[in-house]
């Protein structure tokens, strides 16, 4: 069976066809965004989802993920976007699960990188395969403050708390990095008023990005703004109806 193809992929004009890193501060609103995602389910890694009238499946180990991932790719359920929350603790629980396997106490126990490689080909391999199944897939991680130097000086940029490695495999991935963060703008009286908000375009100073490259810069931190700007942004992608021919006499 030949593997070369034999026409274009089309760009996917659906949220739930795409893999997305949601990430900001601690209870800014990131669980609350994804909650509102079509037919949304959690992979709770971490406590947090209290607050929230969601279907959640409590993970405790990468067995635990590894049995819901199975469980998902069999299709046999209504849910449409696996919400993997927080990506950080099932990065960990990777980490645990590799350690205990080889029965060493830390991965650099295995020599010459060999532990730190063992857990990020498993940690890959399992997103990859859960990217593929034909679901939306959103990683939630949270933020932190990381400073960059460079030949000119320093600066401080903003980034999810993955660790480095865990980090390049998630960015590489995802089709939009959002960054969910606070916008302080003046108000009456020169107060300040604080509007939490979605950040999608890449800056020097925290990381985002989308690959459509049509969403607005700053959107506010409400599901239903974003999927409003999502659905606008990838409208000339989707695949145009040929046109009718034009209607001829009857003779």
Not at 39 to 60: R, S
Not at 142 to 159: D, L, N, S
Not at 171 to 180: K, S, T
Not at 231 to 243: I, T
């Amino acid at each position: 069976m030949p593997l070369l193809p034999t026409a274009r992929t089309q760009p996917k004009p659906a949220l739930a066809d795409l893999t997305v890193l949601v990430y900001g501060q601690t209870k800014i609103g990131k669980s609350t965004l994804c909650s509102s995602a079509e037919g949304a389910v959690f992979l709770a890694t971490e406590p947090g989802l209290n607050a929230l009238d969601v279907f959640q499946v409590p993970i405790q180990s990468w067995e635990d993920l590894l049995n819901a991932c199975a469980e998902i790719g069999e299709g046999n359920h209504p849910f449409k976007t696996i919400i993997i929350d927080t990506i950080d603790n099932a990065y960990k629980f990777c980490t645990d699960y590799i350690l205990k396997k080889f029965k060493i106490d830390h991965e650099s126990d295995l020599g010459y990188g060999k532990g730190y490689a063992i857990v990020n080909n498993e940690f890959q391999r399992v997103l990859t395969k859960l990217a593929f199944l034909p679901y939306g897939l959103f990683l939630v991680s949270h933020a932190k403050e990381m400073e960059v130097e460079t030949r000119t000086g320093k600066y401080t940029r903003i980034v999810p708390t993955l660790p480095d490695k865990a980090r390049k495999i998630v960015l590489g991935m995802v089709d939009m990095v959002l960054f969910c963060d606070l916008e302080l703008t003046a108000g009456e009286d020169s107060a300040q008023n604080i509007r939490r908000v979605i950040r999608t375009k890449p800056s020097l100073y925290y990381e985002a990005g989308d690959r459509t490259g049509r969403l607005p810069e700053t959107i506010d931190l409400d599901f239903k703004q974003f999927l409003e700007a999502f659905s606008a942004a990838v409208a000339p992608l989707k695949p145009q109806a040929p046109a009718k021919p034009a209607a001829t006499a009857v003779k």
